[in-house]
T-cell receptor, first 113, second 113 residues
Framework: AQKITQTQPGMFVQEKEAVTLDCTYDTSDPSYGLFWYKQPSSGEMIFLIYQGSYDQQNATEGRYSLNFQKARKSANLVISASQLGDSAMYFCAMRDSNYQLIWGAGTKLIIKP | ETGVTQTPRHLVMGMTNKKSLKCEQHLGHNAMYWYKQSAKKPLELMFVYSLEERVENNSVPSRFSPECPNSSHLFLHLHTLQPEDSALYLC????????????FGQGTRLTVV
């Protein structure tokens, strides 16, 4: 069965430090896409970064990078130089062969000043 | 502004009321989704419409009734809801395909009293 696992319900990080949010996935499809979304307390889901299963290089978007380890089936999100505004829920998701998104339970990230 | 607009942002309704949630996208996407997000639970996919045809209905109670009159609009009709239906309801749209990321609305925070 297709599944996304985020093992960190919550994380506390000092401002300006880098933070890694874990995500592992399970699928037998050779073609899939992995996404990270940020959800602040306002509720809106904000797209952060995408990694395709056939992409050779790890995706990067500004301060966000995705540490994609295909053999381990992991797609960890790395946020460099964290900011107070990074405090939010972070969700990892996978798009399967039916093009539907499968979601992890999320990680609540709190950045401390 | 993500291109997906949900109204209302907040809704309080009694258990005997009938109300509707509205979602609108002008991104030219061909798939639209309703998600339910309860406290401390993963995102739950409720309904998927692809090309205005419902392709997924994840065992959602009949007191939730979706409607997709055209590719830009999606409704969720609510009647005789229960207090446990109180949650954040998120609408999303995407272009079908593995790389098609979902764009989310800001959500409707529903409270059933």
């Amino acid at each position: 069965a297709q599944k996304i696992t985020q093992t960190q319900p919550g994380m506390f990080v000092q401002e300006k430090e880098a933070v890694t949010l874990d995500c592992t996935y399970d699928t037998s499809d050779p073609s899939y896409g992995l996404f990270w979304y940020k959800q602040p307390s306002s509720g809106e889901m904000i797209f952060l970064i995408y990694q395709g299963s056939y992409d050779q290089q790890n995706a990067t978007e500004g301060r966000y990078s995705l540490n994609f380890q295909k053999a381990r089936k992991s797609a960890n999100l790395v946020i460099s130089a964290s900011q107070l505004g990074d405090s939010a829920m972070y969700f990892c998701a996978m798009r399967d062969s039916n093009y539907q998104l499968i979601w992890g339970a999320g990680t609540k990230l709190i950045i401390k000043p | 502004e993500t291109g997906v607009t949900q109204t209302p942002r907040h809704l309080v309704m009694g258990m005997t009321n009938k109300k509707s949630l509205k979602c609108e996208q002008h991104l030219g996407h061909n798939a639209m989704y309703w998600y339910k997000q309860s406290a401390k639970k993963p995102l739950e996919l409720m309904f998927v419409y692809s090309l205005e045809e419902r392709v997924e209905n994840n065992s959602v109670p009949s007191r939730f009734s979706p409607e997709c009159p055209n590719s830009s609009h999606l409704f969720l009709h609510l009647h005789t809801l229960q207090p446990e239906d109180s949650a954040l309801y998120l609408c999303a749209s995407s272009q079908d395909g593995a790389r098609g990321r979902a764009f989310f609305g800001q959500g409707t925070r529903l409270t059933v009293v």
